[in-house]
T-cell receptor, first 112, second 115 residues
Framework: SQQGEEDPQALSIQEGENATMNCSYK?????LQWYRQNSGRGLVHLIL?????REKHSGRLRVTLDTSKKSSSLLITASRAADTASYFC????????????FGAGTRLAVHP | DVKVTQSSRYLVKRTGEKVFLECVQD?????MFWYRQDPGLGLRLIYF???????EKGDIPEGYSVSREKKERFSLILESASTNQTSMYLC??????????????FGEGSRLTVL
């Protein structure tokens, strides 16, 4: 069964707007990660947030984690057409072996 | 630069054929993984391996087997391909020493069609 579920399934915005994607999960985690996938390609790691962290930043990315609600959000600020991709959250429950459980993803379209 | 290479980007096979999907990483990673990706279902873990000759079942191992004879190579085998195994297959690797980063490095994927 899937651990993470992203919301919304699809998001369409204009360049310059912010994009927010949410992820919910079911069981306790070691960390939560976000990945990006361009159409027909492999996944690329964006950011990791540990279970004892609440917020993390990397460039235009901001990730929050609420372990009491078992949820996370990914914010992309000032989006660009090049941000068009699918975004996946993944949870690590394996105690350090990087065995990740992925959600179904959010498809983001950024229009020029 | 870090690299995970999957041998075939596109394959077309017939029902009942034996299919080999090969994955090679050049980062000396201990962990290797096979996922399949289907629309609306995200990525589902088929098998993973912590070390040479070690393998563990993931969430959907039925109909698949794996082989890890060398550290850099992890093969996924479909003993008798069926149409419901038509999918995108993604290989990934990670290092035990990177437990703090936890990052998985993915190949470009192998899109398998079973007719």
């Amino acid at each position: 069964s899937q651990q993470g579920e992203e919301d919304p399934q699809a998001l369409s915005i204009q360049e310059g707007e912010n994009a927010t994607m949410n992820c919910s999960y079911k069981t306790s985690i070691n960390n939560l990660q976000w990945y990006r996938q361009n159409s027909g390609r492999g996944l690329v790691h964006l950011i990791l947030i540990r279970s004892n962290e609440r917020e993390k930043h990397s460039g235009r990315l901001r990730v929050t984690l609420d372990t009491s609600k078992k949820s996370s959000s990914l914010l992309i600020t000032a989006s660009r057409a090049a941000d068009t991709a699918s975004y996946f959250c993944a949870t690590d429950i394996s105690g350090g072996y990087n065995k990740l459980i992925f959600g179904a993803g959010t498809r983001l379209a950024v229009h020029p | 630069d870090v690299k995970v290479t999957q041998s075939s980007r596109y394959l077309v096979k017939r029902t009942g054929e034996k299919v080999f999907l090969e994955c090679v990483q050049d980062m000396d990673h201990e962990n290797m993984f096979w996922y399949r990706q289907d629309p609306g279902l995200g990525l589902r873990l088929i098998y993973f391996s912590y070390d040479v000759k070690m393998k563990e079942k993931g969430d959907i191992p039925e109909g698949y087997s794996v082989s890890r004879e060398k550290k850099e190579r992890f093969s996924l085998i479909l003993e008798s391909a069926s149409t419901n195994q038509t999918s995108m297959y993604l290989c990934a690797s990670s290092s035990l020493s990177d437990r703090d980063t936890g990052e998985l490095f993915f190949g470009e994927g192998s899109r398998l069609t079973v007719l």
